[in-house]
């Protein structure tokens, strides 16, 4: 399962592998306090992508189909969280003071599609071994 949630609230259990995907490091925050797996800071939109959303709820489609031409153009920059939410829970962590319209929620999508498009195999050929 692939979860989105401020950096400023609580790790909690539930949260498994926590990522980081801001492409700044969240103000206030100590490294030592995030209980962070890594810092997914490539997946995050490119700079000028990020500054011309600039965090305006009415730019956010339009943000949306841009960061995810990003993510498409660049796979190396998220199939490391692909692998990790394959792998058990992972909470993907943002700065944004907006739950809804951010650049993580519209990477938590991506990735559960990429999770869907690449499900487990079908063809018989692909389970041999497999019983």
Same mark, same amino acid.
């Given at each position: 399962?692939?979860?989105?949630?401020?950096? *400023?609230? !609580?790790?909690?259990? %539930?949260?498994?592998?926590?990522? $980081?995907?801001?492409?700044?490091?969240? =103000?206030?925050?100590?490294?030592?306090?995030?209980?962070?797996?890594?810092?997914?800071?490539?997946?995050?939109?490119?700079?000028?992508?990020?500054?011309?959303?600039?965090?305006?709820?009415?730019?956010?489609?339009?943000?949306?189909?841009? *960061?995810? !031409?990003?993510?498409a %153009?660049?796979?190396?920059?998220? $199939?490391?969280?692909?692998?990790?939410? =394959?792998?058990?829970?992972?909470?993907?962590?943002?700065?944004?003071?907006?739950?809804?319209?951010?650049?993580?929620?519209?990477?938590?999508?991506?990735?559960?599609e990429?999770?869907?498009?690449?499900?487990?195999?079908?063809?018989?050929?692909?389970? !041999?071994?497999?019983?």
């Amino acid at each position: 399962m692939i979860r989105c949630k401020r950096v *400023y609230e !609580a790790a909690t259990a %539930a949260d498994g592998q926590r990522v $980081l995907v801001d492409r700044l490091w969240p =103000r206030g925050c100590r490294k030592e306090s995030l209980a962070l797996a890594d810092w997914a800071k490539d997946a995050a939109p490119s700079p000028e992508l990020r500054k011309q959303f600039c965090h305006e709820v009415e730019l956010f489609d339009e943000f949306r189909l841009l *960061y995810r !031409a990003e993510l498409a %153009a660049h796979p190396a920059h998220w $199939l490391g969280l692909l692998e990790r939410a =394959r792998n058990g829970d992972l909470t993907l962590l943002f700065a944004a003071r907006d739950e809804v319209h951010n650049n993580a929620v519209v990477l938590a999508e991506f990735l559960e599609e990429e999770l869907e498009r690449c499900g487990p195999p079908s063809s018989p050929v692909c389970y !041999a071994g497999e019983f």
